[in-house]
């Protein structure tokens, strides 16, 4: 399960930096831009989901090996 989440995680970077590459800074509300900003907003919200995931699975196998 770490691997697959460690995977999503750098997918999810690299979407961020494909959309940052199509992200037009002068018109950024416009066109492809948009798109490029919603794609952006929501790689992030993906890597911190999944960050957060990954926190609680670590909480877990702490907690039962005590």
């Given amino acids: 399960m770490k691997i697959f989440t460690l995977i999503l995680i750098v997918l999810a970077i690299i979407l961020i930096g494909y959309n ?20 952006i907003v929501a790689s992030i919200c993906a890597v911190l989901i999944l960050l957060i ?14």
């Fill in 20 to 39: 940052i590459k199509l992200l037009d800074f002068d018109k950024p509300f416009q066109g492809d831009s948009a798109v490029a900003l919603i794609g």
């Fill in 53 to 66: 995931f990954r926190m609680s699975k670590m909480i877990i196998d702490r907690s039962e090996d005590k």
